[in-house]
């Protein structure tokens, strides 16, 4: 007897999935073993480890005594007077890379690699570490999901997740960059908020503010996370008179959930103070926001990086939203505001594609609480005769955009999309084609980044 597809659970499909993605990652020609993983960003999240536990120099001096193979992998911002070097990023994804530097440290030492930081065994367990935080966040998903949707539909709801969006991209290819870290910390967040709002308990608050804390220390403006427990379960007048109320209640809890988050955040506070005699240090320079002239439309739609170019099955998390205010009062409210606030802080960045990657990554910390509308809309696709007759046609979309994410996956890994300068022509020149175009470099755009910077809007991104 086939089973129904609300009752067929597919958990082991997404490990087994899971595993094989490991195993051909591990097999086939190492990226470790081309020095393609601590590089770009990485490098930099990385290098608080082995200057704190391997050379005891968080100026970062030290570069200036090692071989040129190694002072390659660590950058750093002069410092006035010679003082050293302060790093760009902040230590949140270190602290996530930690357990498995510290394996991969004693992998050096029990095989012969050489212990200083950047040798094969530190690039091999920073792969295994974004493999590993990926599985942990589907199955918190599932956790969660579980308790409002069928077995079948959470399933579904993960596979088309990973598959299906540019996830797929960093956790296989790209792992190592701080995407899948805070998508691990969202989906763990998302979960004991839930539950804390079930049975307040102090031991959840505190979970809670230190999850809470590590995200902000990772990318500062995801703290806005903090909506999601204060708003969860308010839809009317009433509930919101409720959640004050249990606010006021549960103080010390509140109280708790800050200090927690406060003390998660405190080393780099202590970091900077001891690097710079700042508390506070801006890191990132002539780098910020443009609050007030945002790029939202490109950052949407621009076929250099738009989130919904490039990741076009999240429209159905999106049209999943309206119908949380009628199936899942509790979530829309948090959802809705903080979709609406994510966008707007993200696209508010000088640069709205991020550099170089596959599609719009700083939206992927957030699929977590996406996953919601995700799983509610396929849900009602399944059941609702509202929806019935539209079933087979969101099949075919869903497995045509799965299908799309993994093809130009494999393409921007091959350098087919190029990794900031696509336009409308180089795309569609590109489309379903494993191969370039003969004119491929008259296509491409690249980006004027002090344009972009000062915050002008002028012909920088044509697309």
């Known amino acids: 007897m086939i089973p129904k597809l609300a009752d067929f659970d597919y958990t082991k499909i997404i490990i087994l999935l899971s595993i094989i993605i490991w195993v051909h990652l591990v097999h ?6 081309k020095d393609t993983v601590i590089q ?6 990385y290098s608080y480890l082995p200057a704190t536990f391997i050379y005891k120099d968080l100026s970062f001096k030290f570069k200036h005594q090692l071989p040129k193979e190694i002072t390659k992998y660590i950058w750093g911002k002069p410092l006035p007077n010679n003082e050293g070097y302060v790093q760009k990023m902040t230590m949140g994804t270190a602290i996530m890379y930690s357990p498995f530097f510290f394996i991969a440290h004693q992998h050096a030492k029990l095989f012969g690699y050489d212990p200083s930081g950047y040798s094969e065994p530190y690039s091999r367990w920073l792969v295994y570490s974004s493999i590993f935080y990926a599985l942990m966040a589907m199955l ?3 956790l969660t999901l579980i308790q409002f949707f069928s077995k079948g539909v959470v399933s579904l709801t993960l596979i088309i997740l990973f598959f299906g969006t540019n996830l797929f991209f960093y956790t296989v290819y790209n792992g190592p960059m701080s995407h899948v870290y805070s998508f691990f910390l969202f989906s763990l967040f998302i979960y004991l908020s839930i539950k804390w709002n079930e049975k307040p308990h102090w031991g959840k608050a505190i979970l809670i503010g230190l999850t809470g804390g590590l995200i902000t220390l990772i990318r500062p403006t995801n703290i806005i996370i903090f909506i999601f427990p204060l708003l969860y379960n308010v839809y009317t007048i009433d509930t919101a008179k409720e959640k004050i109320l249990i606010l006021k209640k549960y103080w010390l809890h509140i109280f708790l959930i800050a200090i927690s988050s406060i003390i998660m955040c405190s080393p780099q506070l202590i970091y900077w103070k001891y ?4 508390w506070v240090y801006g890191s990132y320079g002539d780098e910020g926001f443009f609050f007030l002239n945002p790029n939202i439309i490109k950052g949407l739609f621009s076929y250099r990086k738009g989130w919904l170019i490039y990741t076009p099955l999240m429209i159905f998390a999106i049209i999943g939203i309206p119908f949380l205010f009628k199936k899942m009062k509790p979530f829309a409210l948090p959802i809705s505001i903080f979709l609406v606030l994510n966008i707007w802080i993200i696209y508010s960045w000088w640069t709205f594609w991020y550099g170089g990657g596959f599609g719009s990554r700083p939206m992927i910390d957030s699929y977590p609480l996406m996953a919601i509308p995700l799983a509610l809309f396929i849900s009602l696709s399944i059941k609702s005769k509202w929806f019935n007759w539209r079933i087979i046609p969101v099949i075919i979309a869903i497995v045509f955009f799965v299908r799309l994410n993994i093809f130009q996956t494999n ?5 087919i999309i190029h990794y900031d300068g696509m336009t409308k022509e180089a795309y569609w020149g590109v489309w379903n084609k494993m191969h370039y175009p003969e004119n491929y470099r008259t296509l491409i755009q690249r980006p004027d980044y002090e344009s972009a910077k000062k915050g002008e809007k002028e012909d920088f991104d044509k697309n």
């Open 40 to 45: 770009h960003d990485i490098k930099i999240y």
């Open 411 to 415: 393409q921007y890994n091959l350098g």
């Open 275 to 278: 690097i710079t005699g700042h």
């Open 140 to 142: 918190i998903i599932r």
């Open 28 to 33: 086939k020609e190492a990226e470790w073993e």
